[in-house]
């Protein structure tokens, strides 16, 4: 099973509805055919803009596709999201 079938599957029912998971750094790298190292990279140059939750980085799978087509690259002041519990 190819790693987009696999990605496939993981989408839950709600998915049918417009709603689609946050991807990982794997399930990005899966999608535009890289390594993991080299999403982590991007995300850190602020060239593909990605949520930080605690220590986890997660993907719009909407803005990687975007991104995988050209139509979108990194912003001068950075788009790394970071999500912190409310005390």
Do not use: H
Not at 10 to 33: C, F, N
Not at 52 to 80: H, N
């Amino acid at each position: 099973m190819s790693a987009a079938q696999k990605l496939t599957m993981m989408i839950p029912t709600s998915a049918s509805k417009g709603v689609e998971p946050l991807w990982t750094a794997k399930d990005a790298a899966a999608y535009m055919r890289v390594s993991p190292s080299m999403i982590y990279k991007l995300s850190q140059s602020a060239e593909l803009p990605c949520l930080k939750i605690g220590s986890c980085l997660r993907f719009d799978p909407e803005v990687v596709r975007r991104f995988a087509r050209g139509e979108i690259r990194g912003e001068p002041e950075g788009r790394v999201i970071e999500l912190r519990r409310a005390a």
